[in-house]
């Protein structure tokens, strides 16, 4: 007995020196396979996000609806026109950012960061004499927003509190404090420091859409083979069942064997228990889910290629509401940021800010701008050469004049044109004149 208890002691601590200690996150995608689940099907945070077809169309609506504005610079004088104005952020701003990123692939970058975590950020570089030479967008998930305040723990940001962000370079931890970096808090906060991620506040619904892909894929690589159970008289062993249901499975399974006939041997009989697509109401839900994940991103449905409800009126007043309801607050909270980080309290003072310019979006068809211009013109608020410089047209000599049609005068002196040099209406609308008496009299 005692030599059992011995050999159980020295077998048992071999084990324990064999053993390994492994930490594990809630985010760690092997904790999900040790509780046997399937971690492909449900992981819908960061890149993979995109696997779902309608996350990837908003994520790109958005990203590109921004990236295609042009960023200028503006001043606004003391009478509040507001005019181009040149600035040495002109070319970094509109043009390239940084050397290796034009414009347009600078702000579709940081479009889909906000979009799927809530929060994008640029690096500010600066040169030796403290002007802005180069933005670097970085990567969301390695920025981290430090604190230093014991009262930031319940929310609250008091006066005394210090803000810095932190990023993870993979070789080092770098410091920056606000001043280097931009921060754009796309969507919602509820502290006004850090945005919410999408992502976290959409995974039940960014699960349903995974799963509805997934459903549909596996649904054509089985060559539209529902599931069932195999019934048979007898009883069979275990390598018995193996063996029959790898032989049914390669025998009926797959695009290779779809519209093929699959024999049973006598006694068998298969029975599918999967319910059809109808009966799930797959098309429903799958509509259902692909509305609430558009409604999540302001995207409208007709730019998702769904035109069942669409018309030619709706689809552009829905265009407009694209424009005030989803780019406006998100072009603001750039150019405040971008206004403040960027440009001297001098510059500020001077009226200098930064406007996208949003008449790509909303000059509409050619018809309606040229009446557009009409009216402007004809109603004397606009010269000849504005509207043509927007449509860029060379100027004309004597365009920069204002025109008003001369039939207009003021209501006071309405009917004046009527009177008679000397005196008095005749009630016909012309003035008397002598000559035409005498002359009908002569004839």
């Not at 921060?183 to 919602?188: D, E, L």
Request: net charge negative; aromatic share 8%.
């Amino acid at each position: 007995m005692s030599i059992l208890n011995a050999a159980k002691r020295i077998f048992g601590a071999s084990e324990k020196r064999e053993r390994e200690t492994i930490e594990l996150n809630v985010d760690d995608r092997r904790l999900l396979e040790m509780l046997g689940i399937d971690a492909e099907e449900i992981n819908v945070r960061g890149k993979n996000a995109l696997k779902i077809d309608t996350v990837y169309a908003c994520v790109r609506i958005r990203s590109e609806s921004v990236a295609k504005l042009p960023l200028k610079v503006h001043q606004e004088d003391e009478t509040g026109i507001q005019k181009p104005a040149k600035h040495a952020l002109h070319q970094l701003l509109k043009l390239r950012p940084n050397p290796y990123m034009s414009a347009f692939d600078f702000w579709k970058c940081i479009e889909a960061q906000n979009c799927l975590r809530g929060n994008a950020y640029a690096s500010i570089e600066y040169d030796r004499r403290g002007r802005v030479v180069g933005l670097w967008p970085m990567d969301s998930s390695k920025v981290k927003i430090i604190i230093d305040n014991d009262t930031a723990a319940s929310g609250i940001v008091q006066p005394r509190s210090k803000v810095w962000y932190e990023v993870d370079l993979g070789y080092e931890q770098r410091k920056l404090m606000p001043h280097e970096v931009l921060h754009f808090k796309g969507g919602v906060t509820l502290d006004g420091i850090v945005g919410l991620s999408p992502l976290d506040l959409l995974k039940g619904t960014l699960e349903n859409g995974a799963s509805a892909n997934k459903f549909v894929n596996n649904f054509y690589k089985q060559g539209l083979q529902v599931k069932g159970v195999v019934q048979y008289v007898g009883d069979l062993d275990q390598n018995a069942k193996r063996n029959f249901r790898n032989h049914f499975e390669s025998m009926s399974s797959g695009l290779d064997n779809s519209h093929r006939i699959a024999l049973m041997p006598m006694g068998y009989q298969f029975t599918p228990i999967s319910l059809s697509m109808h009966d799930a109401q797959f098309l429903e839900n799958n509509q259902l889910t692909i509305r609430q994940i558009a409604a999540a991103w302001g995207i409208k449905m007709h730019q998702l290629n769904d035109l069942t409800r669409a018309t030619h009126t709706n689809v552009a007043e829905q265009q407009k509401e694209f424009y005030t309801d989803t780019l406006q607050p998100i072009l603001t909270c750039y150019e405040q940021e971008l206004a403040w980080k960027l440009l001297l309290d001098d510059e500020l003072e001077a009226g200098y800010y930064l406007r996208f310019n949003v008449d790509a979006i909303l000059r509409g068809d050619l018809k309606s701008r040229y009446e557009a211009y009409r009216i402007g013109v004809q109603g004397g608020f606009l010269t000849p050469n504005e509207p043509r410089a927007l449509e860029n047209l060379q100027a004309m000599e004597g365009g920069d004049r204002l025109y008003v049609n001369g039939s207009m005068v003021p209501i006071t002196d309405a009917g004046k044109a009527y009177l008679a040099k000397g005196g008095g209406d005749t009630g016909t609308g012309k003035e008397d004149d002598p000559d035409e008496g005498d002359a009908g009299a002569s004839g």
